[in-house]
């Protein structure tokens, strides 16, 4: 499959999940093809932002001399605010260039940090990388490729990003449960990390 038929693919997936995308935005980048960002609207207030363009080729271990066109995780960020951030598109598109830029390869229960606000006025200058599967269902690609996965994104503070990284995602996850954080409250402050 080429890139251009994964990238269709993927969108075909997003929209039969949400239905069609109110606004995009794009952004190129040195170095890395096109990234887009689609906005989508729900009944309930929510606004769902997701990435198209990292799924283009398979994200790369930096060690390897050689990247495989292949083989390899394939995925798309996708974040959901209450009320909406558009400041965020350009902040998503930049994450999601990240693999072809900086040679990373974006997991779940993996940080992504923006070293500033996520939006302006945010509490949050990061992102913990979710597990896939729970919004929109991976899309599968012929063999060998792997599917395309969607990661869904959830907004860290800087108190939070740094609990994380000393005790891990399940246990950060664990405590937004226990304190009963809205992770799609674009205002929300940081859960107790004593």
Do not use: C
Request: zero cysteines.
């Amino acid at each position: 499959m080429s890139a251009d038929e994964v990238l269709a693919a993927v969108e075909a997936r997003l929209v039969s999940t949400f239905g069609e995308p109110d606004a995009r935005a794009s952004v190129t980048f040195v170095g890395a093809d096109r990234i887009a960002v689609l906005r989508f609207l729900t009944g309930d207030g929510l606004v769902r932002y997701a990435t198209l363009g990292m799924s283009a080729a398979p994200m790369a271990d930096p060690n390897e001399l050689v990247a495989d066109p292949v083989r390899g995780p394939r995925a798309e960020l996708l974040l959901t605010v209450r009320g909406g951030r558009d400041e965020v598109l350009r902040p998503l598109a930049t994450l999601a260039a990240s693999p072809q830029v900086e040679g990373v390869i974006v997991a779940p229960g993996g940080s992504l940090d923006l070293g500033g606000p996520v939006w302006t006025g945010a509490p949050f200058t990061g992102f913990l990388v979710a597990e896939p599967g729970g919004l929109v269902e991976d899309v599968a690609l012929p063999e060998p490729a792997e599917p395309v996965r969607f990661l869904p994104l959830l907004p860290m503070t800087p108190n939070e990003a740094a609990h994380k990284r000393v005790h891990g995602a399940a246990e950060l996850q664990e405590r937004w449960l226990r304190y009963g954080a809205d992770l799609r409250d674009p205002l929300r402050r940081s859960v107790p990390l004593d």
